[in-house]
């Protein structure tokens, strides 16, 4: 089996889908979609860190 035939169980975080331009009302909701999004943001930047000190070798992106 070649290496890319293997399945690879430690994918690269992908980062989350930003919301729609209109998806904020201005109404001062809490939690706003864009506070949320900015959550999600921050999960997505610590798991894409833990992930790169776990594949050194992978390309900078």
Not at 20 to 36: I, N
């Amino acid at each position: 089996m070649t290496a890319s035939a293997v399945p690879d169980h430690d994918p690269m975080p992908r980062p989350p889908e930003p919301p729609d331009p209109g998806a904020c009302c201005g109404s001062g909701c809490d939690p706003c979609v864009m506070d949320l999004y900015d959550l999600e943001m921050d999960q997505y930047r610590q798991a894409l860190r833990a992930w790169k000190a776990r594949h050194p070798d992978a390309g900078q992106a």
